[in-house]
């Protein structure tokens, strides 16, 4: 949302360090501050009271790499030692640890809170208040709602750890938990507030406290056409480039081959 | 609590935009920014770390209107197109997009991330995190507790919007998910850690993963009085001005007529 | 991790009491205000965008003290009448009210909301987005994980407050409610995503909605080296001091003996 966007330029209360890389044509926001350790790319946004490559040593010197264009929202902090790929859009007071590699336009809703050493893919979107624990491996296309965390310790507190792994185009309902180590398939649903301790099969919807196999995600009509509503990539596009949304008219026809 | 109030006046720190419309007796903390499109009301008080009337397109030029004697507690950022009757107050870290209309006398608690186009009326109170997504509709009097989302996509994600109807009295508890388009009737109340996904019934008690009738909510007992806890506006009167509880006492007269 | 820390001194925007008391070799943040009632031992670092002290009338002018040595990351918000032996660590845009008293290195994960009004052991760690009610009574070596509730009200709303008491070396995980007045026993773990509303016997492990006697927790085995996971001082010892490690080597020695 560029019309949301400051005019370029630095506001006059942000400190930013001169060792600090800066692309063209980026606004940088008031009482924000940019650490040494930064690239930015250009034509980026970085709203007020912001944080970017905060030190540490868990870094090992690497820089925070944020692709151009992005769009970071108020009141978040960035660890050195992490990278995004172009398009980046974050919600206000998102948090990113060091050791976080992403792909292209990752979505960071409000209130995220990622801890790092993990790998994000291509397009993926999360929502408000979503946790997401070290060494989780996110697909592409993955959507993540209000509320939901990825763990990692299978029996807390321990030295242990098994990142979550999501495949392409899966996703995950409001307020649900992720154990460790644990698969969710390809295109699947994980319903609302399930607690997730079994690997999920591609195109299932799974749910509950334990979750079970609910059925097949196929099943799941959509409310205004009465077709499936999984995959989603059928009927939903809002804000992916045109050659994404012709790869998924080839890989995802519509079953009656209705518009 | 107007006495954790800091002194009417604009810190030196804050940015104000002179298009700003701030109310007589205001005072506004360090670091604050309050951009063009806002008319705070007289007597608030927004504290240090603020953004008020943050701009967006998707508010259609409408302003930020904040009622006289607002509290609105730091790191809190409200969007424009907004609108709240007096007596706002909110915690820390209040997100609130555009398109919310709220009513008199609104609590949001810390970390409340309200994604706006919706509709709240008067005497709300929600606790900590509490997210509250697109088209709800929350009544008079309602009380929400820490953690709780209310959604609005049956099938995410897709372009389908159901708000959730939460109506007048009811309460719901920590940590509860409300489904797409489902109603709480009035007077009822969401146990803890609730999945919602059929409509409650007025003066009922639901819980558990997916939440099922539980009781009459008159069969809770207060573990005071032994009395029935709910409706709640029998013991509870904490925060409300003398006329409403003159109308409570003649609407919910206490069963046995003791006092 | 002190090498975060920026060098000692004051930094230029900060809005610092002359009437607040700040020891020898602190650091403090860009855009940071410390009101007067803070007592802030020496070697502390606070870092950007924060409040110290905040004040409220519910603290009684009791003063904000934070022992030494105390590293409090970004955003973060207390307020007077609070206090905090050394070693406190805090995550990113944590809120703690008035009238808590908690011991030696405190670990408060990003997000965290305290309410105050509570007491809190030694050597506490709570994860991101924990919410502490009134009057919760946490003992010493608890391990809390992310998004856990800790209630206090039975019928929510009321004046009733009956707080949450976990006692030593208990660990709750993953988005967990906790409901008021409950007796988490020492040693035990509430498995995640549980709604707890009996009280946990000492060396068990509960789950589910609402928690059930699951086993006792010497059953959980250690993923890597198949012994008991539980009590987790036998193979955990990230972060505590060498005293601390020698005692639990005495009170917690190996079942098999072995090292």
């Known amino acids: 949302m560029p019309s949301e966007a400051p005019v370029a330029g630095i506001s006059p209360s942000a400190r930013i360090s001169p060792r600090a890389q800066i692309g063209e044509g980026c606004a940088i926001g008031e009482f924000t501050i940019v650490h040494d350790n930064v690239v930015l790319g250009g034509g980026s946004t970085v709203e007020s009271h912001c944080i970017l490559g905060h030190p540490t040593p868990l870094a090992e010197d690497r820089p925070l ?47 995220g809170d990622f801890q790092g050493h993990a790998t994000i893919g291509d397009y993926v979107r999360t929502h408000s208040s979503v946790f997401i624990a070290h060494h989780a491996q996110i697909g592409n296309f993955v959507w993540i709602f209000p509320h939901v965390v990825l763990t990692d310790d299978p029996h807390p507190p321990s030295e242990v750890r098994r990142g979550v792994v999501v495949e392409d185009y899966a996703s995950i309902a409001t307020m649900s938990a992720i154990m460790p180590g644990i698969r969710i398939g390809a295109r699947s649903l994980v319903a609302a507030h399930s607690l997730v301790n079994k690997d999920v099969a591609p195109d299932t919807v799974v749910g509950g406290v334990p979750a079970r196999f609910l059925c097949e995600s196929s099943k799941i009509l959509h409310e205004q056409t009465g077709r499936p509503a999984y995959p989603w990539m059928r009927h939903f596009r809002r804000g992916y480039p045109g050659e994404i949304l012709a790869s998924w008219a080839r890989q995802f026809p519509d079953e009656g081959g209705r518009p």
Chains 1, 2, 3 share one sequence.
Do not use: C, D, M, W
Not at 67 to 91: M, Q, W
């Open 65 to 111: 790499v944020i692709g151009p264009g992005a769009l970071i929202r108020s009141h978040s902090v960035f660890y050195e030692g992490s990278s995004f790929g172009p398009g980046l859009v974050t919600g206000h007071r998102v948090t990113v640890r060091e050791k976080l590699a992403a792909g292209v336009n990752l979505q960071i809703g409000t209130l």
